[in-house]
């Protein structure tokens, strides 16, 4: 049967509002269309007045199948400790000292952002040549595609332990799933994000050198700011040119396996 790649944007007075994708199959189709059309009038950012859904399909020979990062929780206890978290993680990711704040700032700062930065963590430039636009990480989903969940971001039994709880957040399941495809990416050597949804306080940091880490408080309910920083560093690697980067980023079709590793 057939799959195909849908994306869905929606914004209201030009603001971005909303953005999810999923690939799924041609059976499945017609339900994933009306669930993120759903979502983009339902909002927490507000009720979009502009939505544009994409549908395009994607040949099996495309797809690139990809493992999940491992997943660890950080309870952390306010904004203060979340941050010092992130910073010396930074610092794992031979980062020095100085760059690590910077990069810390800019995150702060990250609003209505309809991708992410892409930041050379050497030099501190920029490299989207779009910055309020940045770099759309796109064509990814799980194997088992979880376009159903879309609809049922705070839903879960109550007889689930945690870790299945979680595997009914659509937060989660997305963040997790544009995560493992971005620090698969040549030269990305990391991501840190935090929803702009004004319920959601929970961001991450993710590399494949210590999985995806859930960090709590990463700001107060009620703030709409929020973001990501795609961690460039091209001495990684030689031999791929930024160009190589943003291509798999942006266009190379992944699938994500289903066995999430809790740790």
Do not use: W
Not at 81 to 92: C, D, P, V
Not at 228 to 240: A, E, G, M, N, Q
């Amino acid at each position: 049967m057939n799959l195909y790649s849908i994306k869905m944007r929606g914004s209201k007075e030009h603001n971005h509002i909303s953005g999810a994708e999923s690939i799924v199959s041609e059976k499945d189709l017609q339900n994933a269309v009306s669930v993120l059309i759903k979502r983009a009038l339902t909002h927490s950012k507000g009720k979009s007045d502009f939505i544009n859904i994409k549908i395009e399909e994607v040949k099996k020979e495309e797809l690139k199948y990809i493992d999940p990062l491992y997943v660890t929780t950080l309870n952390t206890k306010n904004k203060k400790e979340s941050y010092e978290f992130l910073y010396n993680n930074l610092l794992k990711l031979n980062i020095n000292s100085k760059n690590a704040i910077y990069i810390i700032d800019l995150f702060k700062s990250i609003k209505n952002m309809r991708g992410a930065v892409l930041l050379d963590v050497n030099n501190l430039k920029r490299l989207e040549k779009d910055k309020l636009r940045g770099i759309r990480a796109t064509y990814m989903d799980f194997e088992d595609s979880k376009v159903d969940m879309l609809d049922k971001q705070y839903e879960c039994t109550d007889n689930l332990n945690k870790n299945e709880k979680l595997l009914q957040n659509t937060h989660f399941i997305e963040a997790l799933c544009l995560s493992s495809k971005v620090c698969n990416a040549p030269n990305i050597i990391g991501e840190m994000c935090c929803s702009d949804d004004k319920n959601y306080t929970t961001g991450y940091i993710a590399s494949k050198k210590f999985g995806y880490i859930r960090v709590k408080h990463m700001k107060d309910i009620g703030e709409d700011r929020g973001g990501r920083i795609f961690l460039y560093d091209p001495t990684i690697d030689s031999k791929y040119t930024l160009e190589d980067t943003i291509k798999y980023l942006e266009n190379t079709k992944v699938i994500v396996k289903d066995k999430v590793i809790f740790k």
